[in-house]
């Protein structure tokens, strides 16, 4: 990037930073209502992932064909 980029791009940086709210502490942050929705979000995410991962090749070792189907039904959902 050319130094007029990056120090626009700088600028821009600091203007925001100056926007955010202070937050006296961590406990603070972590009380924040959006903090704690994604943390949430996260933690859901990651329980399906993990999930997920655990179940699937049970499926598959226990009945290949229905895990089959299982998993071509499941990428239709995403998908849809």
Same mark, same amino acid.
């Given at each position: 990037?050319?130094?007029?980029?990056?120090?626009?791009?700088?600028?821009?940086?600091?203007?925001?930073?100056?926007? =955010?709210?202070?937050?006296?502490?961590? +406990?603070?942050?972590?009380?924040?209502?959006?903090?704690? *929705?994604? @943390?949430?979000?996260? $933690?859901?995410?990651?329980?399906?992932?993990?999930?997920?991962? =655990?179940?699937?090749?049970?499926?598959? +070792?226990?009945?290949?064909?229905?895990?089959?189907?299982? *998993?071509? @039904?499941?990428?239709? $959902?995403?998908?849809?």
């Amino acid at each position: 990037m050319s130094k007029d980029c990056c120090d626009q791009l700088a600028g821009e940086l600091a203007l925001e930073q100056t926007t =955010l709210p202070h937050m006296a502490n961590f +406990r603070a942050t972590l009380l924040v209502p959006g903090v704690i *929705l994604l @943390c949430l979000q996260y $933690f859901c995410w990651s329980a399906g992932i993990y999930g997920f991962v =655990l179940w699937l090749p049970t499926m598959i +070792r226990l009945d290949r064909r229905a895990a089959s189907r299982w *998993l071509a @039904c499941s990428t239709q $959902f995403l998908f849809c």
